[in-house]
C-alpha cells in the first residue's frame, strides 16, 4: 500500500507525494531522514517526520512505543480535540471542560505497513525548490464560474 506523504515548508506551503517505499518501515517520529531515501528528485533535502495516522484514521502519537494500537488516557491536544459526550445541546460555560480526560486508541511511533500517511517537515532545503519538483502542485486555485440557469 502506498505512502501519502505531506511536506511541509516554512513558508506554510505543503506538498503531496504518493509513493511505496519499504525504506520508511521502522522509522520513527521525530526522526530526520534524506529526500533521497523518499525519491532521487528530493536529494540534497533533510526531512523530519512530524506525524502520521493509519488506515483507520487513527493517529500515531510521539509518547506510544511500537507500531501497535492501544488505549491512552489523554488531556486535550494531539489526538483528543472533541468536546465531551455529556455536554449536550445545551452551551457549555467554557469551551473545554477543565481537568478532561479520554481514552482513545492511538498508534504508536513506529512507522509500518498499516501507515497510509506520513507528515514531513522539511529542515533543510535542496538545490531545486519543491516548486520547481512539484509543478503541479504550484498552480493557483481556480474559482469555479457561477452560470446562469
Known sequence: MPFKINMST????????ELES?????????????G?????DLSGYELEITGASDKSGFPSLSTVEGIALKKVLLTY???????PKHEGKR????????????RKTIR?????PEIVQI????????????????P????????????QA
Open 10 to 17: 516554512k513558508e506554510g506551503k505543503t506538498y503531496k507525494l
Open 22 to 34: 519499504e525504506e520508511l518501515n521502522g522509522k520513527e517520529i521525530g526522526s530526520k531522514i534524506e
Open 36 to 40: 533521497k531515501e523518499l525519491t532521487g
Open 77 to 83: 491536544g494531539k489526538g483528543m480535540n472533541k468536546k
Open 91 to 102: 452551551k457549555p460555560t467554557r469551551n473545554r471542560p477543565k481537568g478532561l480526560r479520554l
Open 108 to 112: 504508536g511511533k513506529v512507522i509500518s
Open 119 to 134: 507528515n514531513m517537515k522539511v529542515i533543510k532545503a535542496g538545490h531545486k525548490p519543491l516548486a520547481e519538483i512539484f
Open 136 to 147: 503541479e502542485q504550484n498552480q493557483p486555485k481556480q474559482k469555479a464560474k457561477k452560470t
